[in-house]
């Protein structure tokens, strides 16, 4: 079965997660190839980073004393403040004589509001790099087709990566714990709760990895490694009409609207981890 987006591999298998999609190792308690796969989708489990639940323990032994969700989320930034000593750049060794670029602002708030603002900017390409890095998903797009690792398209990516992790206060680290507070949260809240419908709107389905499209109402893609969805289809017609409607497993959220309450307002995306996604199609 051939994928239609120009430059990459051709798809063989619809449910399992092509190689060219994947990492061999990741630090994830599920390898790509799993976690990647439509199986998974239907069927999740839990997803932990490796160390991140063990070396933070105290912050989450701490929410569990705290009932109302807008104190956990107040806490977990002020944690995060002290963890990574957000706003103290001398104490976390930046030297103002430095001459060189300036990234000491530069955190996991920065990079969420950079990744609503442009989804192939710099802070974009930072949150698609450590994707790969911790659940061995690759990133396929960033400002094109990131299929050949020789092309222009996949130096810039690379360059926007160096450029936003350069000189900032372990963001990848940051990253591994705002996954795991979401995912805290995501238990918290919604116990019962394993997936949740959500929308994305496509200009062109044909721009897209089709694995399978059964019919015409009916796709599976693969999703790049890090998607923004909604859970509003008005909201996600915004961004084209097409309009794919798939069950997410709750294990994939990075983030969802009303995680860190009064920091990201009027803010309705989703960040959602990528794989093999089986979707729903409409047109608005």
Not at 94 to 123: H, T
Request: some cysteine; hydrophobic content about 35%; glycine content about 6%.
């Amino acid at each position: 079965m051939t994928q239609r987006n120009s430059g990459a591999t051709e798809i063989t298998h619809p449910v399992s997660l092509p190689l060219f999609a994947r990492l061999s190792i990741n630090r994830c308690n599920q390898p790509a190839v799993i976690l990647g796969s439509r199986t998974f989708q239907q069927h999740p489990v839990p997803l932990c980073l490796d160390g991140v639940q063990e070396l933070h323990s105290q912050l989450f032994r701490a929410l569990e004393d705290i009932d109302e969700a807008e104190v956990r989320a107040l806490h977990f930034r002020q944690y995060m403040s002290s963890a990574f000593l957000l706003g103290k750049s001398d104490e976390a060794g930046f030297d103002p004589a430095n001459q060189g670029v300036r990234r000491d602002k530069a955190d996991y708030l920065r990079l969420l509001r950079g990744w609503m603002f442009n989804a192939d900017g710099v802070e974009a390409a930072v949150l698609k790099r450590w994707v790969e890095s911790r659940f061995g998903l690759r990133a396929l797009n960033h400002r094109g087709s990131l299929s050949d690792p020789n092309s222009e398209t996949y130096e810039r990516f690379e360059a926007d990566f160096q450029r936003g992790l350069y000189n900032s206060n372990a963001l990848e680290s940051q990253l591994d714990l705002l996954y795991s507070y979401c995912q805290y949260e995501l238990q918290r809240r919604w116990p019962d709760e394993t997936h949740r419908t959500l929308y994305r709107g496509l200009n062109w389905l044909e721009d897209h990895y089709v694995i399978e499209q059964p019919s015409a109402d009916e796709c599976v893609l693969l999703l790049n490694n890090l998607n923004s969805f909604s859970c509003d289809r008005d909201h996600a017609s915004a961004f084209g009409d097409v309009i794919l409607e798939a069950t997410i497993p709750l294990c994939k959220l990075i983030y969802f609207p009303g995680l860190l309450p009064g920091v990201l307002q009027g803010e309705s995306e989703y960040l959602v981890l990528g794989g093999v996604c089986a979707a729903s199609m409409s047109h608005y």
